[in-house]
């Protein structure tokens, strides 16, 4: 881990992501239960365990004085009507904030917090988001052919928390009707204390 102050760099269009300290991916049998249509998920998976999206990471230490940095890569997809994207997390640390920065592509951030409250916000090049503390979010790729690619920073402290949304879900969720993005209720969406 660098112990002076250092560069790295946000690649170019189509360049692959270079000097990263980490790079996870996440194949759609990571993503068993996320999506709204079983059947499609299985037969999609039957025909290889597709890469859905990558984070790259530079390694800091997880004390507030930090900042987690790195790269996001959702690749352009479907599941049935549904849009590829992220697992979606809270952060463990739920009262810190995470800014998200546009490269490329075309997508959403779906957003939530425990009060009950959700949005969902554009993502284009160019487009800054500052995501509240407190709110869950999860980027979706609603683009056809091109990967939709963020730069995130967050406190070092913050962590993740899945495991919320991995039992409850999104209250929305992105499907494609008509051949355009629509922002749709959840109805596996689970309520907080209800099960
Ligand atoms: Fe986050």
């Not at 269009?13 to 999506?35: N, Q």
């Amino acid at each position: 881990m660098q112990t002076v102050p250092f560069t790295y760099r946000i690649p170019a269009s189509g360049e692959t992501p270079a000097g990263y300290d980490r790079h996870l991916t996440r194949r759609l049998s990571s993503l068993r239960g996320f999506f709204q249509d079983g059947a499609a998920f299985e037969k999609e998976i039957s025909l290889g365990d597709t890469l859905v999206y990558e984070v790259y990471e530079i390694n800091r230490p997880e004390n507030s004085g930090e900042l987690q940095t790195g790269l996001s890569i959702v690749h352009p997809g479907l599941i049935g009507d549904e849009y590829y994207m992220t697992k979606g997390h809270f952060h463990a640390e739920l009262q810190t904030a995470e800014i998200y920065h546009c490269l490329q592509g075309e997508g959403v951030m779906v957003m939530e917090n425990m009060d009950g409250e959700w949005a969902v916000e554009e993502l284009r090049p160019g487009v800054v988001l500052y995501i509240l503390p407190g709110w869950a979010h999860r980027s979706v790729n609603t683009g056809h052919d091109e990967d939709l690619i963020t730069y995130f920073a967050y406190p070092g402290h913050a962590g993740h928390d899945y495991a919320t949304i991995e039992t409850q879900g999104f209250r929305k969720i992105m499907l494609e009707r008509d051949g355009r993005p629509c922002i749709v209720d959840n109805p596996r969406w689970v309520a907080p204390g209800s099960r």
